[in-house]
């Protein structure tokens, strides 16, 4: 008779415990020890992952933001008023998805992507996570190709390429979002999907957005995500993301997306507000530490993928609203430092009659020329110094009144050139018209034409352009070759013009 050995007697027991125990185990569930303001600190759930969706009673669903020592906080994805102290919390094992696809294009939806049109249901069958890590280094290629935003003084001096984040900065009512409502208006038949992310807007503003874009035709080819101001802040905080999430999948099937964030001062004030009732240790200004990192991961995955990966991009246009010109204030330079550029917008331009109100000497393109077609590149290449050179001239010559002919010229020629930049609430312009406005005047043809008729030369001189012969075939050849044609051919049609401008 063998002996009984007492280790191997224990260390079966011990496996026996063991497997008892993964039978015997039940859903992580968890407890309401404190709720409100869209907050929900949760006890026992020790499994619960950064991220994590969780299930209120009431098919209420919260996720998980904090990961503490006894217990989790947690955001509710709803107006959550039923939640209270004591209910029992699920952890699902997802993390937050939004819907996906052709279906979301013309809807507008709200963070979590369902409907707010009321155009029924949206029928996509594929989801992506929100919270996605952006391209890799080795999946991009620099960005080559320009996104045409229709305004001359952008497509001139500041030019935006298809894969670029260039910031849009000002003070409030300074004409940010009508440029990026003009933007998404002349992507029409570009083959751009457009995505208009509105964060803590009026619904009246969202809605007017809406109706200016369907005048347009431009909600054919757009989609709106909308968290409004009156939607509690974890909303808010989603809507961005959400966004980038829906534009990453016309990316990766290879299309060119645009995506619009209006605006992340208010999606910061939302985060900060969600991170003190967290009990996060506040910073600068009361925001949390990692306020950089909640932009950052947003706006890297603006990307030009590589060949090998389809060639589609996402170029994002976030919004950033200063006081008083402040551009040095904290989100503004954490912004600015994420981004390829800025188009800076100057309250005093604008209520100057400068529209769009767009400040040459302080806006910058760092992708630059190649986010331009040559012929344009070529006729705007002093321009920027001329203007900023008229700026300092102006300045100047407020205080004296004996000026040579030298300085007199050069004074009227930089009113004339900040006159045939100004431009009409969405009315775009083709690059090639553009091209001709510039020439124009980089070729000194506008000298001698007055400066309350220099709009007025510019349309009528457009419109013999299409009607002329040879003007239709110069601006057909812009359009085929991007190249500038031979400059004599642009300048027999202009003076032809000219003879019969009254």
Request: net charge negative.
């Amino acid at each position: 008779m063998s002996k009984i050995n007492p280790v191997e007697i224990s260390s079966l027991i011990k496996e026996q415990i063991k497997k008892y125990e993964k039978e015997i185990k039940t859903d992580n569930i968890g407890t309401v020890i404190n709720v409100g303001d869209g907050i929900a600190l949760v006890h026992g759930l020790d499994n619960a992952m950064s991220g994590e969706l969780l299930l209120f009673p009431g098919d209420i669903y919260g996720m998980v933001l904090n990961l503490e020592t006894d217990h989790v906080g947690a955001i509710l994805l709803d107006e959550a008023t039923s939640v209270k102290e004591g209910d029992v919390v699920k952890t699902t094992g997802r993390i937050l998805e939004v819907p996906v696809g052709e279906a979301m294009i013309g809807r507008v939806i709200n963070p979590l992507g369902q409907p707010i049109d009321g155009m029924g249901k949206i029928n996509s069958t594929k989801t992506r996570p929100i919270e996605q890590k952006a391209t890799g280094v080795m999946s991009r290629k620099s960005v080559n190709q320009p996104l045409q935003t229709g305004i001359k003084v952008l497509d001139a001096l500041v030019p935006v390429g298809r894969g670029q984040r260039e910031l849009i900065i000002g003070d409030r009512q300074t004409g940010k979002t009508a440029i990026t409502i003009d933007t998404i208006i002349n992507q029409k038949g570009k083959d751009v999907i457009c995505i208009y992310v509105a964060i803590g807007q009026k619904e009246s503003t969202v809605a007017n957005v809406y109706e200016q874009l369907k005048q347009h035709g431009a909600m054919d080819y757009s989609i709106i995500v909308s968290a409004s101001a009156s939607q509690p802040s974890p909303l808010l905080y989603l809507a961005p993301y959400a966004g980038v999430t829906i534009g990453e999948e016309f990316m990766f099937a290879g299309k060119d997306v645009l995506v619009v964030y209006d605006d992340l001062s208010k999606h910061a004030i939302a985060y900060r507000e969600l991170s003190l009732l967290l009990r996060r240790p506040p910073g600068r200004e009361a925001f949390p530490g990692d306020v950089f990192y909640l932009h950052s991961r947003l706006l890297e995955r603006a990307a030009k993928l590589n060949d090998d990966l389809g060639g589609g991009s996402i170029t994002a246009l976030p919004i950033i609203e200063t006081q008083a010109g402040d551009i040095s204030a904290y989100i503004p330079t954490n912004v600015i430092s994420i981004t390829d550029g800025q188009i800076f917008l100057q309250s005093d331009l604008f209520h100057s009659g400068v529209r769009p109100a767009i400040n040459p000497g302080l806006s910058v393109s760092r992708v630059g020329g190649s986010a331009q077609i040559k012929a344009i590149k070529k006729v705007s290449g002093t321009l920027r110094l001329d203007l900023a050179a008229y700026r300092e001239l102006e300045a100047f010559t407020q205080f004296g009144s004996d000026l040579d002919e030298a300085t007199k010229a050069r004074l009227e020629r930089g009113k004339r050139t900040v006159e045939i930049l100004k431009q009409g609430l969405h009315q775009t312009m083709d690059v090639e018209k553009q091209v001709v406005s510039i020439f124009s005047l980089t070729n000194g043809f506008l000298d001698d034409v007055k400066l309350q008729d220099i709009l007025r030369f510019e349309k009528e001189l457009h419109e013999y352009f299409v009607r002329d012969k040879e003007g239709s075939k110069v601006l057909q050849e812009i359009i085929d070759t991007n190249q500038l044609p031979e400059t004599d051919k642009l300048k027999d049609v202009i003076v032809r013009f000219k003879k019969s401008f009254v």
